[in-house]
């Protein structure tokens, strides 16, 4: 019901910055959940941001990142960013865009909530 095509990512020097972006395609409701999902080798999927898009557009974030990352949202252009400044070797992994229409209060950092998933775009910060 959903397509999402992330992009973005690439490899940066510890504390640089990358913004990523998730195009979405297929929804005509504003009643959405969509949010910022990464996963390092040998390590679990973690959420990382989301936002509620709909009315407030609400957002949510991991401890990890609150403060050095803010996620967005455009709705003419249907798409989330996911802004990340201050860039730790901790932040590595691939980046996976998420979306679901579930109610504000499931729109949260657990993966199984969503249905809808990107390729997923890879991050790599050096120290």
């Known amino acids: 019901r959903v397509q999402l095509v992330e992009s973005g990512g690439g490899s940066v020097q510890a504390g640089g910055s990358l913004r990523l972006s998730c195009a979405a395609s297929?929804?005509?409701?504003?009643?959405?959940?969509m949010g910022w999902f990464r996963q390092a080798p040998g390590k679990e999927r973690e959420g990382v941001a989301v936002?509620?898009?709909?009315?407030?557009?609400?957002?949510y974030y991991a401890d990890s990142v609150k403060g050095r990352f803010t996620i967005s949202h455009d709705n003419r252009e249907n798409t989330v960013y996911l802004q990340m400044n201050s860039l730790k070797p901790e932040d590595t992994a691939m980046y996976y865009c998420?979306?679901?229409?579930?109610?504000?209060?499931?729109?949260?950092?657990?993966?199984?909530?969503?249905?809808?998933w990107g390729q997923g775009t890879q991050v790599t910060v050096s120290s």
């Open positions: 936002i509620y898009i709909g009315g407030g557009s609400r957002t």
């Open positions: 998420a979306a679901e229409w579930i109610s504000w209060g499931r729109c949260r950092l657990v993966d199984y909530e969503y249905s809808n």
């Open positions: 297929g929804y005509t409701s504003s009643n959405n959940c």
